[in-house]
Every structure is written in C-alpha cells, then in structure tokens.
Nanobody
Framework: VQLQASGGGLVQTGGSVRLSCAAS????????MGWFRQAPGKEREFVAS????????SYADSVKGRFTISRDNAKNTAYLQMNGLKPEDTAEYYC???????????????????WGQGTLVTVSS
C-alpha cells in the first residue's frame, strides 16, 4: 500500500486547509487511518484517527473542534479538514494506515504500518 498526502501550503492564522491522503496498491490491506504531524525540532504527534468504517474517530485535544477527519473508502482517500489554523499548527503532516481494523481508536504511531510522505502546512501569524 502506498499513501500519498497532499494539500499542504501556506495559510494565514484563522484560515483553512484540507489535506488528502490517497491510498494505492493493495488498498484492501489498509484499515484504520490516522494523521500525525511533526513540527521543527519536535517529536511526531498524533492528530486524528478514523476507523475503517468511519465509526470511531479520535482527535488530539489541541485540534478538537477545529479539525475534522473523514474518509471515502470508494475513493481510497482520507481527509483532514483543518479550520481555525494557528501558528502552532505549523508542521509536516503525515497520513498513516494500519494493516487490520481495531476495536478502539488508534493514537499511537507504532500501530500504523503504512506511512505517506509528509505535506507541509505553514500557518503565518
């Protein structure tokens, strides 16, 4: 499975961006999807996750109420709608997928096997 993240760019504080993560290859092997981010000089952190059928969704406290994760399995694509952006949201954003469905939300990076390349989101103040 290959994951291709896109949609990043430069946006002003308070603006919006929608990231996409398109899966290709053996997409039937990709189940729960997640978004992580890594700011310069910081460790990678969990942002949001969505279960295979979209029933379970989880967000980091720092993005709750501002970000929305979704997926369209027919298109093999996951999305991260980011509203009310702040300078502290500036980071490289990565999408990831697990190799099996889980019964709980997966927030740890170790459980994700497939990773896309990052897409940079820069929020100017």
């Amino acid at each position: 499975v290959q994951l291709q993240a896109s949609g990043g760019g430069l946006v002003q504080t308070g603006g919006s961006v929608r990231l996409s993560c398109a899966a290709s290859g053996r997409t039937g092997s990709a189940y729960d999807m997640g978004w992580f981010r890594q700011a310069p000089g910081k460790e990678r952190e969990f942002v949001a996750s969505i279960s295979w059928l979209g029933v379970r969704i989880s967000y980091a406290d720092s993005v709750k109420g501002r970000f929305t994760i979704s997926r369209d399995n027919a298109k093999n694509t996951a999305y991260l709608q980011m509203n009310g952006l702040k300078p502290e949201d500036t980071a490289e954003y990565y999408c990831a997928a697990t190799t099996r469905p889980y019964s709980t939300s997966i927030t740890g990076a170790d459980e994700y096997v497939y990773w896309g390349q990052g897409t940079l989101v820069t929020v100017s103040s």
